[in-house]
């Protein structure tokens, strides 16, 4: 959806029409419905991806999400998580993309792609954070006939759910949680309606160090 935004496709092309066209890569982002949740999760590393289809002798299952492995993950016991790592370990500021209100949507888009992220971290001047924009929201602004020229501060002014206020748009996390625990948290808010892909990581102090997603 963020290349079909950044290519100016019109929403009325056929789906298929536009896959056939940039997708020739589709198989390895398919599951066998027996693989393990661990051969998924590097499935979805190696191709970039937040979903893979799931399939079975008899067609298509249905859709896996990173969200449904930190789902997983959440619900195990500490014990059977041989990865000790904590947050901190995966997030740190160069791997955050961030933006600023005056910001393009086209330009974030195009940095969220450039460094493989899911989201960015609208800053002010000083840096405090203003919001969260994941490409749910990209998808949302293409959806609705959003240009691409438009500004992420007047999309926000839209779509106040990417707000800081908005307790769902950041929902904190600290540098020295567990991946486990972070996995707890984003299982726990899979009941929302809100995008629960995404954590913001803060430090002590309250200043902003990253954006977790459960891609991570």
Request: include cysteine; glycine fraction near 6%.
């Amino acid at each position: 959806a963020l290349r079909a935004f950044s290519e100016h496709v019109p929403l009325s092309v056929e789906v298929g029409h536009w896959l056939h066209g940039v997708q020739s890569d589709w198989e390895p982002r398919a599951v066998e419905w027996d693989e393990s949740v661990q051969d998924c999760a590097a499935r979805m590393v190696d191709c970039g991806v937040h979903h893979l289809v799931v399939v079975s002798p008899s067609g298509v299952v249905g859709v896996l999400s990173s969200t449904d492995l930190a789902q997983a993950v959440g619900s195990e016991e500490e014990d059977t998580v041989s990865a000790p790592h904590t947050v901190g370990d995966l997030v740190c500021p160069y791997r955050t993309v961030t933006c600023r209100l005056v910001t393009t949507l086209a330009d974030v888009m195009d940095l969220m792609m450039l460094h493989d992220r899911s989201a960015a971290a609208v800053v002010d001047d000083d840096r405090n954070l203003v919001g969260v924009l994941t490409e749910n929201n990209i998808m949302k602004a293409y959806s609705m006939g959003a240009l691409p020229k438009c500004t992420v501060g007047d999309w926000l002014n839209a779509d106040a759910t990417c707000l800081a206020e908005d307790p769902h748009a950041t929902s904190t996390v600290m540098p020295g949680s567990t991946l486990l625990e972070a996995a707890a948290m984003l299982r726990e808010r899979a009941s929302s309606n809100c995008d629960f892909r995404h954590l913001v990581v803060r430090d002590n102090a309250g200043d902003l160090v990253g954006v977790l997603s459960a891609l991570d």
